[in-house]
């Protein structure tokens, strides 16, 4: 079977691709959210050093799981990262860090990115298998000029609460034939403080980002493109975990090459090939001895291999799109405790066991426009995803709980949405349905004790778990007029065969301090729903309202809510802005998070509400730009907890934030 795998993975690179997606008229629009990061010289609206994860907080349905004051997880219709599709410009990216220290968004910066297109539920199977939706984090990318040109951009900032300091440069040329662009972004932070001024030990970090992308027109409808991004975190505070991270580095490199148009019918045809290799280190060095029960070692690596290539086509009525997208990856972590008694021999494990992952899969996609006021839009996936142990020493450990157990398994994959909108005046509404799966994850599968600090539990994984299986009904009701514009959706899931640890009592914890071993099982089902709220009022020119109100609910089989399930939530702000200046306060506020989640080793958190402001002003200088930005967060210094906070460490107090933007 692994050889029928690759042999399919070969030829998905020699084949002709069929059709890819299209965002093309309004009505598509609604079925995606994108957050715009950057504009051409990186000017922002709001603060230019925040990092990627703030700017995602936007999003009505993403948030984010904090272990600490860097490489937030994001969530997505509260769903982590297992059921939902992170992607770098279509590329698929693993995390090598068996603790999720390191979802793929911290391998990115603010000044490298574009926007994020954000899709929810089986609309965001274009790269691959979802349940809950994607967030594909696009790269900004020059563009061919009639004349060559340089532009530049050089940022300066710094925050007080934690002294972060932040420098970056951005070099750009364009041409007929040529265009590049090179950018390298700085940051060091300590230790922040919460609330009334209380210093959270263990959240410092240094972090150096750089990348380049050159492109070269072969002809006039033909782009060649290479572009590299690295990253590297050396000394990373997690106050929330047990250990800390001395080395999280990514290498993350594509060759893309697009043709439009290639015929009368094809509109566009663009195929990329990817390499990624991630490297991941946990230590405890920095803490102090005495809270240091034994000694540990966990490293891991992630490298991933992958192409997709993707033609749009437009027929009449019909935006035909569709892709060919497969990948390889491998996953390997271990972990050595070295005992305090020097006279006792070192222990060592394998916590990934060195696996696998092969998938190859077709997108295709039909977006109908019926009439002026009708669309239907038709979304169709189907792929092959196969596992493999490749350690045997590993193998052997897993095979101590599953004697059977093959070292292969390969699971069919495959997903269809059909989405209805009409348009009618200034009112658009929708309805939608969908059916989807997707494979365990790997510390899902093959996790070999993974202590889960949150819980106090450790981890073992399950070969034999099922495929989750989820139904998905969506709709929307939107209206836009010149001043006012307001959008309700609603999205519900009906999950079979969900995954999520059980206590298993008759084995014994491999950490020091837990309360015993849990096991990845599928639950019969589980039921989540959103709905979101938005609505913006245009006062006049200068003045703007913004309103958000969203609630999110989640219960297992046995009417236990689920983990990390934000109760209902409130977000407003208004905005003034005339000419270069702009300025806004916003008020952010969760209710209590009354959880009856303990089973799943959640807890409650009282209700807040905290302050912010921010201030940017633009000014010419000799026919440049020049830009600064003040903000202040958490104005009144609350202390706070939400529910995605790992053990409940506190949010940030009051920071202020200054920057400086040169463009040229």
């Not at 795998?5 to 629009?29: E, G, T």
């Not at 050396?234 to 999280?248: K, N």
């Not at 490293?299 to 086509?313: A, D, E, F, R, V």
Request: aromatic share 12%; charged share 15%; glycine share 6%.
């Amino acid at each position: 079977m692994a050889k029928r795998i690759r042999l399919a993975y070969l030829c998905s690179v020699l084949a002709l691709p069929l059709w890819a997606q299209s965002i093309q008229n309004d009505s598509i629009q609604e079925l995606q959210e994108i957050i715009l990061i950057s504009n051409t010289k990186n000017n922002t609206p709001n603060n230019p050093i925040a990092s990627i994860e703030n700017y995602l907080k936007q999003a009505k349905s993403i948030d984010m799981i904090q272990r600490g004051n860097y490489a937030w997880e994001p969530t997505l219709n509260s769903m982590a990262t297992e059921r939902i599709s992170l992607t770098i410009d279509g590329m698929h990216i693993f995390n090598a860090c068996t603790d999720k220290m390191d979802p793929i968004t911290s391998y990115v910066e603010t000044s490298n990115l574009q926007q994020a297109s954000i899709q929810s539920g089986q609309q965001g199977n274009h790269y691959g298998p979802t349940l809950g939706g994607s967030i594909d984090l696009q790269t900004r990318r020059p563009n061919f000029t009639t004349s060559p040109q340089w532009e530049g951009n050089l940022n300066l900032g710094y925050e007080t609460n934690n002294q972060l300091k932040t420098a970056g440069i951005i070099l750009q040329y364009t041409s007929p034939k040529w265009y590049f662009q090179t950018q390298t972004t700085l940051r060091d932070a300590g230790n922040y403080k919460a609330g009334n001024r209380q210093e959270i030990l263990y959240s410092q970090y240094t972090k150096t980002n750089a990348s380049g992308v050159l492109g070269y027109s072969i002809s006039p409808n033909k782009t060649l493109e290479t572009q590299v991004i690295y990253d590297k975190a050396t000394d990373v505070g997690y106050p929330a975990l047990p250990m800390d991270v001395s080395l999280a580095e990514a290498l993350i490199t594509s060759i893309r090459y697009e043709v439009k148009p290639l015929f009368s019918f094809i509109d566009n045809w663009e195929t990329k090939l990817y390499y990624n290799t991630i490297t991941h280190r946990m230590d405890d060095t920095k803490r102090p001895p005495e809270t240091i029960a034994i000694h540990m070692d966990m490293p891991g690596w992630s490298n991933t291999y992958g192409l997709y290539s993707s033609i749009k086509s437009t027929q009449k009525n019909h935006h035909l799109s569709g892709t060919i997208n497969s990948y390889y990856n491998k996953s390997l972590a271990e972990m050595t405790m070295y005992p305090n008694n020097p006279n006792e021999k070192e222990m060592f494990m394998y916590t990934w066991p060195d696996v696998h992952t092969q998938y190859t899969g077709i997108n295709l996609q039909d977006h109908w426009e019926i009439d002026k006021e009708k669309s239907l839009q038709i979304t169709a996936s189907m792929g092959v995803h196969a596992n493999q142990i490749k350690n045997q020493i590993a193998l052997e450990s897993l095979q101590i709980f599953y004697p059977d157990m093959n070292n292969s398994k390969t699971r069919l994959l495959g997903s269809a949405a059909v989405n209805y909108i009409i348009k009618k005046s200034n009112w658009n509404y929708g309805v939608g349905t969908a059916l989807g799966n997707r494979a365990p994850s790997v510390s899902e599968g093959y996790g070999f004790y993974l202590f889960n600090s949150s819980e106090q539990f450790d981890y073992i994984g399950n070969p034999n778990l099922k495929n989750e299986i989820s139904s998905e009904i969506n709709a929307f009701l939107s209206y836009t007029s010149p001043t006012l514009s307001s959008r309700l959706s609603g999205s519900f899931f009906h999950i079979q065969h969900y995954i999520i640890g059980n206590i298993i009592p008759e084995l014994s914890a491999m950490t020091i301090g837990a309360k015993g071993v849990k096991q990845y099982n599928n639950l019969t089902y589980a039921q989540l729903a959103t709905l979101n709220w938005s609505n913006t009022y245009k006062i006049n020119n200068q003045w703007r309202f913004n309103i958000n109100i969203r609630y999110n609910y989640g219960e297992d089989n046995d009417k236990n809510h689920l983990p990390f399930i934000s109760p209902l939530s409130y977000g407003s702000s208004i905005t003034y802005t005339k000419n270069k200046l702009q300025t806004s306060l916003e008020l952010q506020a969760n209710s209590t998070h009354n959880s009856n989640a303990q089973v799943y080793g959640e807890q409650r958190t009282p209700s807040y509400a905290i302050l912010n402001w921010n201030i940017n002003h633009s000014w010419s200088v000799y026919r440049n730009t020049m830009t600064i930005h003040c903000g202040v967060s958490n104005i009144f210094d609350k202390y706070y907890t939400t529910y995605s906070d790992w053990n409940s460490i506190p949010r940030t107090g009051r920071n202020l934030s200054i920057n400086l933007q040169y463009s040229w």
